[in-house]
């Protein structure tokens, strides 16, 4: 049943991005934007642990779940280090995801040919 429940939250964040997308006017920059501060956000008001609970990777993966990562990883900074956990707890909570996303597109980069798209 975890695996139902991670594929249809899952799939409802992306479906619902889809359609931001496609009705608006938004650029896809200021939509992941929108995405990690609502993630931000619902963590902060404590309504996207419990989405977490029941959906696992389906909310903790999308952009939304970076958000919530953020802010726990600024509150737990704040609450040792005082101010300064302002600038480092972000850093420090999201440092592993974004290292291995770095690290693994410059793997592709060497496996795969990539090229870059003729402008129109």
Not at 30 to 49: D, K, P, W
Not at 76 to 82: C, H, I, T
Not at 86 to 102: D, E, P
Request: charge should be neutral; proline fraction near 3%; glycine fraction near 14%.
């Amino acid at each position: 049943m975890d695996y139902i429940n991670a594929f249809w939250v899952g799939g409802l964040i992306c479906a619902l991005v889809q359609i931001l997308l496609e009705k608006t006017t938004l650029l896809p920059g200021r939509v992941m934007v929108i995405l990690v501060v609502t993630g931000a956000v619902l963590g902060a008001v404590g309504l996207y642990e419990p989405l977490i609970d029941y959906a696992g990777a389906g909310a903790s993966v999308p952009l939304l779940g970076f958000g919530n990562t953020l802010w726990k990883g600024v509150k737990e900074a704040v609450d040792k280090e005082g101010f300064l956990g302002l600038f480092m707890g972000g850093f420090k909570a999201s440092a592993v995801g974004i290292s291995a996303a770095l690290i693994f597109s410059y793997l592709a980069s060497w496996i795969f040919d990539p090229k870059m798209k003729d402008a129109k």
